[in-house]
Each structure stands twice: as structure tokens, then as C-alpha cells.
């Protein structure tokens, strides 16, 4: 397609090559978990048995904060936050804006957690970070997100990190597209009576050519979220209100309306919720409450993204009258082009956009990644194969790399289903990851590289495959349970599971290579 | 609705295409055809859909589209190409 | 002579190349960027300048980087990087020191 001088196609294959060699094998990481990651929650409601999807919000709940707030000091009555816990329960977060020392704004409150039957299940005081704090029954979830947007690396460096390999495979993408001369004349074929060097190379640039306008977009796309964690959003603010949080805040979240010490009994929440309902189409997930309890008090409330729009939308009111008072930007107080590429930026790195079929796409699009990663990588060395013999122990990082960092992970989600019942899950399933890692490590100077890749696949299926096993066994909801709550979800990832370990499997049934003594694949997955 | 349309249509020409494609039939020792106005009319019709639901202002549904155009495309050529191999390892 | 494996005839012109589409890149695309927000409009909700220039971080690296990459005169390339560092770098210190 491109025909670039000589000189400069053998520049850009040398870059498209070291860029994919030096970072290809922590960035299929990245991918490998992002691909995870599409589906989170999924997977977190899956892990913690959570079969009911409801929103708290479907419930009354205006006498709740009524009563809520008649136990809660009043400095933190500032605002209030209504949402839904991951079991389920309707949880109020009071919490007032405090000037420390330093001139930096914090937040502080309280923080209850009321079951369906209106009683008080938890209730801690704090920061936001504190009262939120880690979820034992996400930790599976956690596991492989925080992999995905910073490879467990403290912020801001696992962001910075994250963000270079985006650049990197934002530069594989653009450059790939500079060295194919026939970009579109070869995405059919892939040449297998020659050489296994023209095959995976056909291989690699089939998949690549496929999937390249969502290689660039997700690449990009990360990267834009990894640096505006890290140091972006700061840095900005820095230049643009040259210093001054609070201008900075208030022109993110929008300017609050001035407090008012008149007390109002204000609008019955219910009856907002209702309104909105009615305006969105759909049930409410999360609430929030400025100023509450004076005659200035605004309420917004959050809807989930529906089909055909690109982001969630956010529906205010008057909190004294429950007037109507229009729809909020996803971010600022206006609309503004920037706010709506932010939010489309954000729907096509999650794909979260078209509920499970725009999900099931990305799912796709983060294997093809993968597929693209590791074949690139593979053919790189294979062509070095002859004359640089040094590089042997690359060759063989790489197949411990691909299969041993989803084994790894599942090894997390068996430690994570041994100690659910303990409540140990924040801890051992990090261990469980490591512990996987070391073992898998450990093994990799005992075995030839096949022998590897026979093991590694050995044990990742028996994981996969003790997965929903374990989790019927401690105490997760069974199949009966996820019908009758109507819950498809839950069967499906079992399913999935299940079938993915057998695919991944069946290449080792009947092969001849395949003489793994048994206890070996045990001690590499302690799944059974 | 519209976006399982516009995806059905783009895949069938892309099938078309894939089926026909001199190179990868070469590869298979067949005879080598040109450009021929068939082959022209299902690149136009596998990126047409495309362009329309551009067209209407319809972006996620542009992105399904080309998502799922992408992934399918791939394990589409993945499929066609084991099948032949899989046929002459028979012959 | 012999061509490197990046396409460069000589070693000098390689290590150039690499110090141009590096360390250059990188800084004139920070310094670059840092100042966008003082020139991008505002926009209704006095936000977009930050927002399109948070945007704009992974491109601009990625064009500097691929421009530095394929041009042919060096000189060129590292005339126009020193001249975007250079002007955007003035634009920074005038917004810190507040004489503008």
C-alpha cells in the first residue's frame, strides 16, 4: 500500500521490530488483562456470587436518609452520595469539605451500608478512600484491573508505565501500516506449505491488518487515561488555574451553589427518582446530594449507559421543590466539545457502550491483540534463530510470559474462592498470583521450551476448570439460584470457563509430545 | 436492529471477497483471476455500510460495525484458511 | 559501506537519529503540551482547553516521534523540534513569571 524509500521502510521495520521486542511482552500483560477487564464486572459480580442485579435505588429511599441523617453530625451533612454496594445494599455517604493546613480541600463523612430490610449493616467514618476501601469480594476483579491500568506498580509510575506502552503500540500500529506494501492484498492468505517463517509472519500480519484501526484507538485511548492519572490532569491545572485547586474543582465538577444555613425540608427523593426515571427510561444508579437539607440543595442523579448512546447520562433537581432543572455534562457545568470526546474516548476503550454485544466485540479485539503481540514477537526471534543463538531464553520468556500470566491470574482466582469464606481474599488472592507466578517460574529452567508450553496449557485448563467447580464449592450461588433471579450471566461466565480451558486443552489431547508426568501439572495449578 | 444489517451485509461481501482472492488461491495452486466488476462491487458493498451509518450521524453504531467487522473479518480468513489446509492434508 | 540495521549509513547519523526522535521528541512534546491549555479556547464550560490538550498528549508525541523517524534531512528535523521547544518553552516562562 505505502512503498517508503528503501532507507526509511528499514528504519521503520527496525522500529516496529525493537519496539515490539523490548515492550511486546509486558504489553500483552496489559492487553491480555485489559481484554479481562471488558468484562469486570461481570466477572466481580461472578466471583462474589452476586446474582441479584438490582439497583438499591429501585427502593424507597428518602425515609432512610431522613433517618440516616438525623444520627449524623452536622458537619458532614454537606452532601449526600446514594448507591448500590456490590451485595447489594443501599449505601449513604454524608460528608462535609474541609480546608486542611496546607490550603488542599479533603472530603470526610460517614458512611452507612442499609440492607433491604432498612437496617443498618455498616457504618464507618473517614476519608473517601477509608470508607469505601477494599472490596473482599472484588478482589478477583481488582487483581486483573490493577494489572490492566498499572501493573501493580504504586501510582503515578504503574500509570506512566501503562501509558509508554500505549505510545508503543500506538508506534507497532502506525509503523506496521508503513512496512506492509500490500496491505489489503494479502489480508486473505495465510501461506502455510512454505516455510513456518512465512507462515507466522502471514499470521501475524493477517490478525494485525484486521485489527488495526482498534489497535490504534486502544492504544491510544490508554494511553490518554494512563497520563492523565498519572500526571495530565495536575500538570494542567498547574498551567491553566496556575495552581488554585478550588478554581480548578469547581470548574470540573462545576461551581456548587453558594450554601444557605436556611434549613428546608427539601423534595421527597423518591419523587425525584421517579422524575427521573420517568425523563431517562431507565432505573437510577447512583444519587447525589449537595447542600442537603437547605433551601439550595441540588440533587443529581446517574442512569446507566443505554443503547445507542455513547456515555451514562446525569439528570439534576431542585432539591427543595424537585423541579426538574435539566441534563448535566459528563463533565463541567455546560456542554462542551471536550466533555463529549472525553466520554467518547471513554466508550471505546471499555467498549461498555452496546451493552454485552459492543462488549463481546472488545473481548474479541483484546485477543486479536494479544494474537498480534505474541506472534510478532515470535517472528522476530525466529528470523534471529540461526545466527543469534544467544537469544534462546527469549524465546522461551515468551511462551512463560503467554501462558503463564493467565494461569497465574487463575491461580489468583483459586486462592481468591479458598479464602471468600475466610474474608482473606484482599491478601490471598495477590498471593495466589505470586505464589503462581513463582512456581511457574521456578519450573521454567527444569523443562524445554514445548515441554513448557505442554505444562503451562496443562495447568491452565485445570485451573479454568476448577474455577466454577470451587465456586459452587464454597458457598457460590449453583445454576437453580441464577435462574431463578434470572441472572444468565453467572451460567454464561461458568460456561465460558469451562469451555476455555477445554479449547485451550485440546491441542495437548492425543498429541505425542503430551507425557507430562502428573503431578507435575499439579503442583503448577493448585487447583485441584 | 440496523447495526446486525449493516455487519451481515459487510461480512457476506467480505466472505465473497475472501472466497475469490486470487492471491490466497494461488497459494493453493487454482488459477489466477484479475480484478474482476464482482470482486469491485463487494469491496464497494463491504464498506458501504460503513459509510451509511457515517452518514446518519449513527458513531456507536459505527463502532460496532467496524468492530465486529474486525474480529469476524480475522477469525473468518483464520477459518477459511485451515479448512483448505485441513482439505489438501485429506487429498 | 555498511547500511545499520535501522537504515542509517553512519554510526553518528544513527546516534542523531535516535537522540533527535528520543530525548528531543519527548521534551519539545511535554513542553508543547504544557502550554496548550493557554492558547486551546475555553469553550462554555471553561474546561475544554485542558480537556483537548490531555487529549492531544498521545498524538502529539506520536507525530513528532514518526516525523523525526522519516525525515530524510536531520538538520530539518531538528531545527523545527528546537524551534517548537524553543517558542513553547518562552510561552511557559511567561505564564509562571506573570509578565505577560
Redesign the interface.
Known amino acids: 500500500m505505502f512503498a517508503l524509500p528503501k532507507v526509511e521502510n528499514k528504519r521503520m521495520i527496525a522500529v516496529h521490530g525493537w519496539s515490539g521486542i523490548v515492550l511486546g511482552l509486558i504489553l500483552y500483560v496489559v492487553i491480555l488483562t485489559g481484554m479481562l477487564a471488558v468484562f469486570a464486572e461481570e466477572i466481580g459480580d461472578w466471583s462474589s456470587g452476586k446474582v441479584d442485579h438490582s439497583s438499591a435505588l429501585s427502593n424507597p429511599v428518602d425515609s432512610i436518609v431522613t433517618d440516616l441523617a438525623a444520627q449524623t453530625s452536622d458537619e458532614y451533612k454537606d452532601e449526600v452520595g446514594l448507591s448500590t454496594t456490590s451485595a447489594g445494599n443501599l449505601s449513604v455517604f454524608f460528608h462535609g469539605h474541609f480546608t486542611e493546613d496546607g490550603g488542599s480541600i479533603t472530603e470526610r463523612g460517614v458512611r452507612y451500608e442499609v440492607d433491604g430490610e432498612g437496617e443498618i449493616v455498616k457504618q464507618i467514618e473517614g476519608s473517601p478512600q477509608e470508607v469505601f476501601g477494599e472490596d473482599a469480594t472484588r478482589a478477583l476483579e481488582d487483581l486483573f484491573v490493577d494489572l490492566h491500568i498499572r501493573l501493580h506498580i504504586p501510582s503515578p509510575w504503574g500509570e506512566i508505565v501503562t501509558g509508554i506502552l500505549g505510545l508503543a503500540m500506538m508506534v507497532a500500529a502506525v509503523t506496521g501500516i508503513l512496512i506492509h506494501r500490500h496491505l489489503f492484498r494479502d489480508i486473505f492468505t495465510i501461506r502455510r506449505k512454505t516455510n513456518e517463517i512465512v507462515a507466522e509472519r502471514d499470521r501475524h500480519s493477517v490478525a494485525g491488518t484486521w485489527s488495526l484501526p482498534f489497535t490504534f484507538i486502544l492504544a491510544f485511548t490508554g494511553s490518554f487515561f494512563s497520563f492523565t492519572i498519572a500526571f495530565g490532569l495536575p500538570a494542567m491545572a498547574m498551567v491553566a488555574f496556575q495552581g488554585d485547586q478550588e478554581a480548578m474543582i469547581e470548574a470540573v465538577v462545576g461551581a456548587p451553589p453558594e450554601a444557605s444555613d436556611t434549613k428546608a425540608t427539601g423534595a421527597n427523593l423518591d419523587s425525584i427518582l421517579q422524575a427521573s426515571r420517568e425523563v431517562a427510561g431507565s432505573e437510577p444508579l447512583f444519587m447525589n446530594i449537595i447542600h442537603y437539607g437547605s433551601d439550595v440543595a441540588q440533587v443529581n442523579v446517574g442512569h446507566a449507559v443505554e443503547d445507542g448512546d455513547f456515555f451514562r447520562r446525569t439528570f439534576g433537581f431542585d432539591g427543595a421543590t424537585g423541579e426538574f432543572t435539566g441534563e448535566k455534562p459528563l463533565v463541567g457545568s455546560e456542554p462542551s466539545a471536550g466533555a463529549n470526546l472525553v466520554g467518547i474516548i471513554g466508550a471505546l476503550h471499555f467498549g461498555n457502550f452496546a451493552g454485552i454485544l459492543s462488549r463481546a466485540i472488545w473481548f474479541g479485539l483484546g485477543f486479536a491483540s494479544c494474537y498480534v503481540t505474541l506472534t510478532g514477537i515470535r517472528m522476530w526471534l525466529r528470523r534471529r534463530r540461526e545466527e543469534q543463538t544467544q537469544l534462546r531464553w527469549l524465546e522461551k520468556l515468551t511462551t512463560t510470559i503467554a501462558w503463564g500470566t493467565p494461569l497465574s491470574i487463575a491461580v489468583g482466582g483459586v486462592a481468591f474462592f479458598l479464602t471468600l469464606p475466610l474474608g482473606l481474599t484482599v491478601e490471598w488472592t495477590m498471593y495466589g498470583f505470586l505464589i503462581g507466578a513463582g512456581v511457574i517460574l521456578a519450573f521454567v529452567p527444569l523443562l524445554t521450551e514445548q515441554r513448557l508450553a505442554d505444562v503451562l496449557r496443562a495447568a491452565l485448563a485445570l485451573c479454568l476448570i476448577g474455577l466454577p467447580a470451587l465456586r459452587l464449592a464454597f458457598g457460590g450461588p449453583g445454576w437453580p439460584d441464577a435462574f431463578a433471579a434470572g441472572d444468565a450471566m453467572l451460567i454464561a461466565i461458568d460456561i465460558a470457563v469451562v469451555v476455555s480451558a477445554l479449547v485451550i486443552a485440546y491441542p495437548l489431547y492425543g498429541s505425542r509430545r503430551f507425557s507430562i508426568p502428573h503431578n507435575k501439572a499439579v503442583v503448577a495449578g493448585p487447583a485441584e | 436492529m440496523i447495526v446486525l444489517v449493516t455487519i451481515a451485509v459487510s461480512l457476506s461481501a467480505i466472505a465473497f471477497l475472501g472466497w475469490v482472492d486470487p492471491k490466497r488461491r494461488r497459494v493453493d495452486s487454482a488459477d489466477l483471476s484479475g480484478q474482476s466488476i464482482p470482486k469491485r462491487v463487494a469491496i464497494v458493498v463491504s464498506c458501504l455500510p460503513g459509510v451509511v451509518l457515517v452518514a446518519l450521524g449513527e458513531w456507536p453504531e459505527f463502532f460496532l460495525w467496524t468492530g465486529s467487522v474486525s474480529v469476524a473479518g480475522w477469525a473468518f480468513v483464520v477459518w477459511l484458511n485451515a479448512i483448505e489446509q485441513s482439505s489438501q492434508r485429506e487429498n | 559501506m555498511a547500511?545499520g540495521?535501522?537504515?542509517?549509513t553512519h554510526r553518528g547519523a544513527i546516534v542523531a537519529?535516535w537522540l533527535i526522535a528520543g530525548p528531543l521528541v519527548l521534551v519539545t512534546t511535554l513542553v508543547t503540551w504544557?502550554?496548550m491549555?493557554?492558547w486551546v479556547p475555553k469553550?462554555?464550560?471553561?474546561?475544554?482547553?485542558?480537556?483537548?490538550?490531555?487529549?492531544a498528549?498521545?498524538?502529539i508525541?506520536?507525530v513528532l516521534?514518526?516525523y523525526a523517524?522519516?525525515e530524510?534531512l536531520q538538520w530539518r528535523s531538528a531545527l523545527i523540534l528546537f524551534a517548537l521547544l524553543v517558542s513553547h518553552g518562552v510561552a511557559?516562562y511567561f505564564?509562571?513569571t506573570g509578565a505577560v
Open positions: 547500511t540495521a535501522d537504515g542509517e537519529r504544557v502550554v491549555p493557554l469553550g462554555p464550560s471553561g474546561l475544554d482547553n485542558i480537556l483537548l490538550s490531555l487529549v498528549l498521545p498524538l508525541w506520536a516521534f514518526h523517524l522519516l530524510r511557559l505564564n509562571f
